[in-house]
């Protein structure tokens, strides 16, 4: 199955780290999402992607996590991730039309 980028879509939820946490490691979630059913060289396509991504963002930062301004910092920051890589999977996806990945 194909993930974003040829290789596994890593969403990336970084946590926000207080001063005083500074010193310790970030804790970092990733989530693979899986588009090789979609046609992203088509508009419903890249929104079914977005959809899922959307999907992902939140289970890699959920709301529990006890801070409201950590959970949204780690929404946006997961979210500039995956964009870019969907972006780099939409533009091969249109200059390649028909080209398909063998599929796990």
Do not use: W
């Amino acid at each position: 199955m194909r993930h974003v980028m040829l290789a596994p879509l890593a969403l990336i939820g970084a946590l926000a780290v207080s001063a005083a946490a500074a010193a310790q490691p970030v804790a970092v979630r990733t989530e693979q999402v899986p588009y090789g059913d979609l046609n992203l060289a088509s508009k419903e396509g890249a929104d079914r992607l977005q959809l899922r991504i959307n999907a992902a963002v939140r289970r890699v930062c959920p709301s529990q996590s006890g801070n409201l301004v950590e959970t949204m910092q780690c929404r946006i920051d997961a979210q500039k991730a995956a964009k870019r890589q969907m972006t780099v999977a939409i533009a091969r996806a249109e200059t390649r039309p028909g080209f398909q990945l063998a599929s796990k």
